[in-house]
């Protein structure tokens, strides 16, 4: 049985079209995981050793798709009371009994929630309808 030439390059538009979505989302992705560390980076108030915020980064997760922005770590881990270690990131963002918060990491990812979802639309309904216009 042949198949229609049409229906074939239908078929192979599709394909490409498929794989420049899924790029130009993963790059938008990234793009959109920068600008809010960024943000995380402006906004939170350094540490007694400043190193809070360069703990800010993006980390990419166990698939492409996946970004995760995170705070704190080793370097950020310090000796507490009783000799429990404590994350400093955490105890910024939270506060302790013995300072009130001074939140940086969820506030700005509320601010660009909204923002970074309708980036990530704008830019995969851009790449359909440059398909489609061919």
């Given at each position: 049985?042949?198949?229609?030439k ?14 420049q ?14 600008a ?9 108030k350094?540490?007694?050793?400043g190193?809070?915020?360069a703990s800010i980064r ?8 996946i ?32 300072m009130?918060?001074?939140p940086?990491?969820f506030?700005s990812?509320r ?24």
């Open positions: 049985m042949a198949v229609n049409s229906l074939e390059a239908f078929r192979k538009l599709t394909r490409e079209m498929q794989q979505v899924y790029d130009d989302a993963i790059t938008e992705l990234n793009a959109q995981a920068d809010l560390v960024g943000l995380m980076k402006q906004t939170v350094h540490g007694p050793t190193d809070l915020a993006k980390q990419p997760g166990k698939v492409e798709t970004v995760r922005v995170m705070a704190g770590g080793a370097t950020t881990t310090r000796k507490g009371g009783g000799g429990k270690p404590y994350d400093y990131a955490r105890a910024v963002e939270f506060g302790t009994v013995h009130s918060a001074e940086f990491f506030p990812f601010l660009m929630r909204k923002t970074m979802r309708s980036s990530m639309r704008r830019k995969i309904s851009k790449t359909i309808k440059q398909y489609s216009a061919e």
